[in-house]
């Protein structure tokens, strides 16, 4: 069976097709749509979703969320139960909990393949990453898209023709992309090519999630006299667990003041006692009433917001003058935002998600886009590569940096590029490669970013003259949209190699 996952920061979301062509949405425990992608670690059991978030103030320090945004950070892991998690491992729990509810509900299937979304800010290590969670978790991959392509299929209809270009502007828990998609084909519209694609991976509603528990944080020292600002290592259970119940209050009360009401928005915690989990009463009942006013928050968001509209309002988007924007992604209930995307584009035809979705299903659209893709093959994504890749080539007389595939380069099914090394010393019987993914001009190595993304070796290789020893590297994207980078010994044609990434 195919079906469309959509990986979030802070949902995860499956579909597929019915026999009728409509798109359903699988149900987890707690009969909603989405599962948090969430998880606790209870004493040798990994709980995921919303089951995890309610444990969460229980124990914070078991309790993993949004670690999707850690994807690229290799450094960054989470101990529990003896053993490290890092955000792929998340990802695989996550990933089996979809393929376990998915079983359930069809026992009669034997195996499940899926089209998964990743940001388009992802590059080929983290899609990598999430490819082999996806594996790892029993589900067959038919293609990673990237988000804002599936979000145009979710909304492709008779008024997006082939030429026209849509902007995608996706803001969700943890990450905003926003990519410009230029549709083509012939008669109905069946190409996508993402021509620009820019975001911010640690800019979502969970900061503006933060800027309302700030708020409220504030209000809670002034009710109770607790100081619970700064966060620290140093916190007993009791400490952490009063703080969570006021950072879940804040995201409560983001979604009520993005709501009908608007002006202000506010939510009854109880008293302070039962806040800081003091069973005896300690301060005469009194009560904490969180509030928040639309202009406080506004004016303590105003960075956040800046950032937002910088980032949207793009020198190639605002050049281009898209026919079509779409606004997606959770934090597509901010009317402060829906404002400022109608006045900036109104000369393009807007789609907000939330507008056109019923209930919690603005929260489906990527995953509707994902799932569309997983059943018409006729559909053709073109991307345009995000990041440089290239080799270091070190043997015994020095190393060089050889720039493979340089970003902005259109990756189309089956892309490959060949080249081929020799060596620069004489009768040399190793040649060492790193693979590397970067941006900026290797010229410049100072000013480059870049990240090793896997190495392989060959060794006890015949020795030769200067330049006679030819071993040739392939980078290739299958049709599922994963690099893989093969080099083979042109000199033994028995020698190849796969480099296996670095995990
Ligand atoms: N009705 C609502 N009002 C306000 N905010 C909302 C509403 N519904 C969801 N959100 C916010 O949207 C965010 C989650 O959005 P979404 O589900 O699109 O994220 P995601 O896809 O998991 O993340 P990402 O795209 O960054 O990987 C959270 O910050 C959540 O608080
Ligand atoms: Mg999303």
């Given at each position: 069976m195919n079906v469309g996952i959509d990986l979030g920061t802070t949902n995860t979301v499956a579909g597929w097709m019915n026999i009728f062509g409509n798109i359903e949405f699988l149900e987890f425990d707690d009969g909603r749509t989405y599962l948090p992608s969430c998880v606790f670690f209870d004493r040798g059991n990994v709980i995921v979703g919303s089951k995890a978030a309610e444990k969460a103030a229980e124990n914070p320090a078991a309790f993993v969320s949004e670690s999707k945004v850690y994807m690229d950070d290799r450094k960054k892991f989470w101990e529990a139960d003896g053993k490290r998690y890092r955000a792929e491992d998340i990802a695989f729990e996550i990933l089996r909990k979809v393929r376990m509810t998915l079983s359930e509900k069809f026992p009669e299937e034997k195996s499940f393949n899926a089209v998964v979304t990743v940001p388009a800010k992802f590059g080929e290590d983290q899609i990598r990453r999430t490819a082999s969670a996806l594996k790892r978790a029993g589900i067959g991959l038919i293609e990673i898209i990237k988000e804002p392509v599936a979000a145009v299929l979710a909304f492709n209809d008779d008024s997006f023709r082939p030429g026209d270009s849509v902007y995608v502007i996706d803001f969700g828990g943890g990450t905003v992309d926003a990519a410009l998609v230029e549709l083509t084909g012939t008669g109905g519209v069946t190409g996508f090519n993402v021509i620009a694609a820019d975001g911010n991976r640690h800019l979502g509603g969970k900061n503006l999630d933060e800027v309302i528990t700030g708020i409220l944080l504030e209000q809670f020292r002034e009710c109770s006299g607790q100081n619970l600002l700064d966060e620290n290592t140093t916190w007993g259970s009791a400490r952490k667990k009063t703080r969570r119940i006021i950072t879940d209050a804040a995201q409560e009360l983001k979604k009520r003041l993005f709501g009908c009401s608007r002006e202000k928005a506010c939510a009854e915690l109880g008293s302070v006692c039962e806040i800081c989990g003091k069973k005896d009463s300690c301060c005469s009942g009194e009560c904490f009433t969180a509030e928040i006013s639309f202009d406080e928050y506004l004016s303590e968001a105003d960075e956040i917001y800046e950032k937002l509209k910088e980032l949207i309002m793009s020198e190639q988007v605002m050049d281009k003058r898209p026919e079509h924007v779409i606004f997606v992604g959770g934090m597509s209930a901010d009317p402060y935002l829906r404002q400022f995307i109608a006045s900036t584009f109104d000369g393009s035809s807007v789609i907000f998600a939330g507008d056109v979705c019923r209930g919690d299903s603005y929260l489906s659209v990527i995953a509707r886009g994902a799932a569309i893709k997983?059943?018409?093959?006729?559909?053709?994504?073109?991307?345009?590569?995000l990041n440089s890749l290239g080799l270091i080539c070190r043997g015994k007389n020095g190393m060089y940096m050889d720039p493979v595939i340089s970003a902005g380069t259109d990756i189309d099914t089956d892309f490959e590029e060949r080249h081929v090394y020799t060596n620069n010393g004489r009768f040399e019987t190793e040649m060492?490669?790193?693979?590397?993914?970067?941006?900026?001009?290797?010229?410049?190595?100072?000013?480059?970013?870049?990240?090793?993304?896997?190495?392989?070796?060959?060794?006890?290789?015949?020795?030769?003259?200067?330049?006679?020893?030819?071993?040739?590297?392939?980078?290739?994207?299958?049709?599922?949209?994963?690099?893989?980078?093969c080099a083979e010994d042109l000199n033994d044609h028995n020698r190849s190699v796969e480099v296996s990434f670095e995990i």
């Open positions: 997983a059943c018409d093959e006729n559909i053709h994504i073109v991307n345009k590569l060492r490669f790193e693979v590397y993914e970067y941006n900026g001009d290797p010229e410049d190595f100072d000013n480059l970013e870049y990240r090793k993304i896997g190495e392989f070796v060959f060794n006890d290789i015949n020795p030769a003259d200067t330049g006679k020893q030819k071993i040739e590297a392939v980078f290739r994207f299958d049709e599922k949209g994963v690099l893989t980078v």
